[in-house]
């Protein structure tokens, strides 16, 4: 179960016939709306791995609102780490991506989309890098790395939002790690 906000929404991907693969990502969906929405999606597919990335849309508030950060960083960080649980609650292996940063704003969002925003998402993977029983946290560094791909400017379709092709760079090394938590819970 692939399982998120806009950016999980978007990648499309076409599984080896032995991967059954549900996208249940949500365009604008902040961690707290992605939570109460897990526990009916993991019912009705009963995952083996469960692939969480979601929290810019918690985080956007921080550009116009810093004196929130702190607040907004441990709620989308407990809120994250809980659907984890739920996850393995539910036998379900989880691969918890981090928060992705954003891409260069357009010029008119940039009041929004400022240095903030980045140290707000840089200190949410920190809080999301702390190991727990059973959950994979599994970076975008991560996953670059594998690819042998390192994201530029053109590889966002705006402040948020990878193209099509850079997603296709991400897919083999997500569904290497994939495949080697299938099988068994």
Known sequence: LMYGDSRMAAWEISPPPDIRLANAGINGATT????????????????????????????????????????????????LLEMSRDCLAHHSKVILLDTWPTGPPEWLRLPVWNRQVADAVSRLNTCLAA??????????????????????????????????????????????????????K
């Open 131 to 184: 190991p727990m029983p059973g959950n994979a946290p599994f970076g975008l560094v991560d996953l670059l790395a594998e690819a042998g791909h390192q994201p530029g400017p053109a590889d966002y379709r705006d402040a948020l939002h990878f193209q099509p092709e850079f997603y296709r760079h991400l897919t083999p090394p997500l569904l290497r790690r994939i495949e080697k938590l299938s099988g068994p």
């Open 32 to 79: 707290a709306q992605l939570r109460q929405r897990l526990p009916p999606l993991l019912e009705e597919f009963q995952p083996d791995v469960v692939v969480l990335q979601a929290g810019i849309n918690d985080l956007k508030l921080v550009g116009v609102r810093p004196e929130l950060e702190a607040i907004l960083v441990a709620q989308a960080a407990t809120n």
